[in-house]
């Protein structure tokens, strides 16, 4: 079994979305091992996206995640990093197959429903940076 992170992001939230989003992973055999809403700050920003922090687009991102709270969400499955990515789709939303839930639910490539890890590596990493240890169950 695998754990990983999404992020309903604020356009998931201000659009009311949510629970469509979240019914679709427990009806894709997800389980539900934390779930959180939270603003995030300048800082965590610059460390969940470090990737991207200097690019000239990144004060348009940060804009945009600070523009509502998100909901952070630990969620189980086997191979639960792939098979999420799969019922999300592509990370641009224009490219997503309907059906899917950026397809379905997203605009661009920005603003796309949900961030999602895309390693077990980084599944562990953005867990521990959103979720506290007590603040996961069995």
Not at 21 to 28: D, G, I, N, P
Not at 91 to 107: F, L, N, P, Q, W
């Amino acid at each position: 079994m695998e754990t990983t992170l999404i992020l309903l992001k604020p356009d998931c939230v201000k659009k009311g979305h949510c629970g469509d989003v979240l019914q679709r992973f427990e009806e894709a055999g997800f389980r539900i091992r934390g779930c959180k809403m939270m603003r995030l700050d300048q800082q965590v920003l610059r460390e969940h996206y470090a990737h991207i922090a200097a690019k000239p687009f990144f004060p348009e991102v940060e804009e945009f995640m600070q523009s509502s709270p998100v909901i952070a969400i630990a969620l189980e499955a086997d191979g639960a990093v792939d098979k999420v990515r799969t019922l999300l789709g592509p990370t641009d939303s224009k490219k997503a197959e309907k059906g899917t839930i950026r397809g379905d639910y997203g605009v661009d490539v920005m603003v796309n429903v949900v961030h999602a890890s895309d390693s077990q590596e980084n599944a562990a990493i953005e867990l521990k940076r959103f979720f506290r240890g007590d603040e996961l169950f069995d």
